[in-house]
């Protein structure tokens, strides 16, 4: 299966006397994701850099795409990120911080309603401009949004 996440964290005010930053999120699993783009080159009109004339050109455009997509289960996504506070990041050592992320999640803190552990990512909480948190298992909720069995687009662009 495939899946993609998009998770943002933020902090919002009942966090504050909780020491605490929100994790908020979708994340969709397929079974299959086939995605087929066909380009060519094509002449269009095009208006000239500091002129009012137009003047053609070619360039590479999408011609027509087709996208497949079985057993899409959208889920929502929220956590609840504790020891992300300066003064629980001080008093962490960075070697403890590497071995405790390092370890398997704790599946106590996830609440998942068909117990399928396999929507676990620790990594879908990371993000580049953050510092990890000193406590590493985050209280989390993965429940059901939507399900579709199979999802097709088609798209065919003709410019004439």
């Known amino acids: 299966p495939l899946f993609l996440s998009h998770i943002y964290k933020h902090k919002d005010a009942e966090d504050y006397a909780e020491n605490a930053v929100s994790a908020t999120g979708l994340k969709v699993r397929f079974d299959?994701?086939?995605?087929?783009?066909?380009?060519?080159?094509e002449e269009f009109n095009t208006l000239a850099k500091g002129k009012s004339t137009q003047s053609r050109t070619s360039g590479i455009k999408i011609h027509a795409a087709q996208l497949d997509l079985t057993n899409a289960d959208v889920r929502?996504?929220?956590?609840?990120?504790?020891?992300?506070t300066t003064e629980a990041i001080r008093k962490g050592s960075i070697s403890t911080l590497i071995t405790e992320q390092?370890?398997?999640?704790?599946?106590?803190?996830?609440?998942?309603?068909?117990?399928?552990?396999?929507?676990i990512d620790m990594d879908d909480f990371v993000e580049l401009?953050?510092?990890?948190?000193?406590?590493p298992h985050p209280d989390t909720k993965i429940l059901p949004l939507a399900f579709a069995p199979r999802l097709t687009y088609f798209r065919q662009t003709d410019i004439g």
């Open 102 to 119: 390092d370890d398997k999640p704790d599946l106590s803190r996830f609440t998942i309603p068909d117990n399928d552990f396999s929507w």
């Open 76 to 84: 929502a996504v929220s956590a609840s990120l504790r020891g992300t």
């Open 32 to 41: 299959s994701f086939m995605l087929d783009l066909h380009q060519r080159r």
């Open 129 to 135: 401009d953050w510092i990890l948190p000193t406590e």
